[in-house]
């Protein structure tokens, strides 16, 4: 791959990658924050207070890590498997 | 892709920093200005020149003026089309009249639904007045407030209000920021030796590279804080997981604790009167007093205008804290009984409270806001000199390769730069300069920010070919001129059109116009030393070339 599409290739990694993986810690940090007895209102909270810090991590990670190719899978995979993990607990009856 | 973790966080730092840094600047200098965008407004709209007002009384005065707005029209339009012709009925779902401690005017929103289901984003409509309290009388032509109707939504979303884009881009630039501090810490290892160096007499690139360490890591807690809040402020635009993916859960769960606040989720349908508001709002007032916080009201909400279940929220003025409004309490609108008095926030609420509070300062304290305008010029003069280190140190070297790089970029960062300034300080002129009787009085002056910017990036541009031999682009210097010559003619035209000059309103001690025009002054002085600086430097360019 030339440095051009491995720079385009992270850069995409840092901000669309990030952002799935960010959204699916906001999910499952509210279905957590549900479970733990959090109102809607603070499980939500929490989690917009926790993911930016969340997101600044992963976009750095995304330029130092050794492998894109991991960055991608840990970013989507991580995304995809907290949306649904928060979405099993969140749909399940409490 | 990079041979260390430095190298990494060294490019990370280096194009985030350029690429975002160009909006960046342009949302810390918007914010900047966004700290005293009420004195702003004072200034642009000579007949509000007058003290800060408490809440007027809702019932004689602001409850006839809301039944009155009509939706914005251009909104109107869209959603006719939208509907394919003729609309519905228009209800009044919500009325909010919202003042601080530095309004004299106030702000009064009405929303209205326009379908059955009010939770359909485009069934909603919204419309504005704006009054002045001693008489309840609106605003004649509504004139557009220069602070905190165009300098703030710049600072939030660049008006670019096509799908929210510009809150995504300014999103993604406070993550860059975010990104670039982390980056930044990384890469200037020897920090604290760092913080206490300035070399102000070296050459140009290691003294900026100085100027940008101190700026960068003396403000380093505020910038940090301040694009942490500004994006969690936003988390909702960025997240929306309650309106999307768990919509149904977030519906079920909301209503419930509706319900256990003993508040109403949603209209009966079944019209009521509203009883008097004024007193819920002396009720809310005793009800502060008693719990050890008295203090002046800061918003009244009335949520289903009209229906048997509507509510009166009424929220105290933050002035005296951090957290912006709250110690809201919750009255049946049709009897003015409790409904529900807000406790004290949780943990959670309380840390996000503060945070957006920190970032909005609507509290009563001049010094501290004075250095929020301090942090926010740190963060320009940071970005500003990561540019020019960015150039001068790859100007020789593009030079003799005759690559444009360093050439774009430094012509990009004199048209944000000066630019804005050229732009922000041409709508204070025209400001003074249109006549009062002009129709389309507003878009004229954002016509006059948005043209002066776009003058200032084609002379950028045109003023740029220096930079092929690696000379200083003559830009810089012309625009600070303009700056100069725009900013003192703002003081002068103020004076002359509406005779208050630096003179009488220091004297008078009204300061909101004397903040602005003592600015100015100082703003066009340091466009015009810098001018004279670079003019002195432009003279000699021998001598730097023998020392380096």
């Known amino acids: 791959m030339s440095r051009r599409a491995a720079i385009v290739s992270r850069v995409l990694a840092a901000v669309a990658g990030g952002w799935l993986f960010a959204w699916g810690f906001v999910v499952l940090c509210l279905a957590l924050g549900r479970r733990a007895g959090l109102s809607w209102a603070d499980a939500q909270t929490l989690a917009w207070l926790l993911v930016f810090g969340v997101y600044v991590t992963t976009a750095c990670w995304s330029f130092c890590a050794a492998r894109a190719a991991r960055v991608w899978l840990v970013l989507v995979g991580g995304g995809l498997l907290m949306t649904g993990a928060g979405w099993g607990l969140m749909a399940a009856p409490t | ?548």
């Not at chain 2, 990384?186 to 690139?205: A, D, G, M, S």
């Not at chain 2, 008097?276 to 009335?302: I, K, T």
């Open chain 2, 1 to 548: 892709m990079f041979a260390s973790f430095r190298h990494s966080m060294t490019w990370l730092h280096t194009w985030a920093g350029l690429v975002l840094g160009y909006v960046l600047v342009v949302v810390f200098f918007f914010g900047t200005l966004s700290v005293f965008d009420r004195e702003i407004d004072r200034w642009a709209i000579p007949q509000t020149r007058f003290a800060p007002q408490p809440m007027p009384s809702f019932d004689t005065m602001l409850r006839p003026v809301l039944e009155r707005i009509r939706p914005e029209p251009a909104d109107l339009a869209a959603a006719r089309e939208r509907a394919g012709g003729a609309l519905p009925a228009l209800t009044p779902v919500e009325w909010t009249a919202y003042t601080t401690h530095r309004d004299p005017v106030l702000l009064l929103y009405t929303e209205f639904a326009l379908g059955k289901d009010p939770a359909e984003p485009d069934a909603v409509l919204y419309g504005h007045a704006t009054i002045d309290p001693r008489d309840g009388r609106l605003l004649p032509g509504d004139p557009l407030k220069l602070g905190s109707e165009f300098f703030y939504p710049m600072h939030i979303g660049l008006h670019l209000t096509w799908h929210d884009v510009g809150y995504w881009i300014v999103g993604l630039s406070a993550l860059a920021m975010l990104c670039a501090l982390v980056s930044g810490v990384v890469i200037h290892r020897r920090l604290f030796r760092e913080f206490f160096t300035f070399r102000p007499r070296k050459h140009v690139q290691r003294s900026t590279l100085d100027l940008h360490n101190l700026t960068g890591v003396a403000a380093l807690p505020f910038h940090f804080f301040f694009a942490l809040s500004g994006l969690t402020i936003f988390a909702g635009m960025y997240f929306p997981v309650s309106e999307t993916l768990l919509k149904p859960q977030a519906q079920v769960a909301q209503a419930a604790e509706a319900r256990a606040r003993g508040l109403p989720a949603r209209a009966a349908g079944v019209a009521a009167p509203l009883a008097s508001v004024d007193a819920m709002v002396a009720e809310a007032r005793r009800r502060w007093a008693a719990r050890g916080m008295p203090g002046e009201v800061g918003m009244v909400q009335v949520e289903h205008v009209g229906d048997r279940d509507s509510v009166v929220a009424v929220y105290r003025a933050g002035s005296d804290r951090v957290a912006l409004l709250g110690q809201a309490i919750h009255f049946e609108a049709t009897t003015g009984r409790v409904l529900h008095e807000e406790p004290p926030a949780t943990a959670v609420t309380g840390v996000n409270d503060f945070l957006t509070g920190l970032h909005l300062q609507q509290f009563h304290h001049w010094l501290l806001r004075w250095l929020y305008v301090a942090g926010g010029l740190a963060g320009c003069a940071c970005i500003v000199t990561g540019f020019l280190f960015f150039v001068e140190k790859r100007k020789r070297q593009h030079a003799r390769a005759g690559v444009g790089g360093a050439r774009w970029a430094d012509a990009m960062a004199v048209a944000t730069v000066t630019g804005m300034l050229v732009a922000t300080t041409a709508m204070l002129v025209a400001n003074r300069l249109l006549p009062e009787a002009l129709a389309g009085r507003n878009d004229w002056q954002q016509r006059a920010f948005w043209g002066a910017w776009l003058l200032a990036f084609v002379h950028a541009a045109w003023r740029s070919r220096p930079l092929r031999q690696a000379q200083p682009s003559p830009a810089w210097r012309e625009q600070c001129i303009a700056v100069a010559a725009l900013a003192w003619t703002a003081v002068a035209l103020n004076a002359a059109t509406t005779g208050d000059h630096l003179l009488r309103t220091l004297a008078q001690g009204y300061w909101p116009v004397a903040g602005v025009d003592l600015a100015l002054l100082i703003a066009g002085a340091c466009a015009a030393g810098v001018a004279a600086r670079l003019r002195g430097r432009r003279r000699a360019p021998q001598l730097e070339g023998h020392h380096a």
